[in-house]
């Protein structure tokens, strides 16, 4: 069984940063990609960003030029670099593993951006 655990989240004024980070454990099959969602209040679950094994990644448009995902393969670690934090990035932020056998989510981490 494959567990995900995160870190980093807590609360920051806008324009702050902060870096979230994904560690997978347990019975790891071939990992596709790993990266970051995020569900604001009263909203759907959507994606952050996400990097494949060959380093490909993938972003939302509102997150572009402000977030960098990176990847420890060797670590199965994923980490989420935020930068010009706005109150809409408010959220929590889960992190997910894509693999053959099926995606496993981790347990969500709290950010919260004060105007």
């Known amino acids: 069984q494959v567990q995900l655990v995160e870190s980093g989240g807590g609360l920051v004024q806008a324009g702050g940063s902060l870096r979230l980070s994904c560690e997978a454990s347990?019975?790891?099959?071939?990992?596709?990609?790993m990266g970051w969602y995020r569900q604001a209040p009263g909203k759907q679950r959507e994606l952050v960003a996400l990097?494949?094994?060959?380093?490909?990644?993938d972003y939302a448009t509102s997150v572009k030029g402000r977030f960098t995902i990176s990847r420890d393969n060797a670590k199965n670690t994923v980490s989420l670099q935020m930068n010009s934090l706005q109150p809409e990035d408010t959220a929590i932020y889960y992190c997910?593993?894509?693999?053959?056998?099926?995606?496993?989510w981790g347990q969500g981490t709290q950010v919260t951006v004060s105007s």
């Open positions: 997910i593993l894509q693999s053959v056998v099926g995606n496993v």
């Open positions: 347990g019975s790891i099959f071939t990992i596709n990609a």
């Open positions: 990097i494949t094994n060959g380093g490909s990644t």
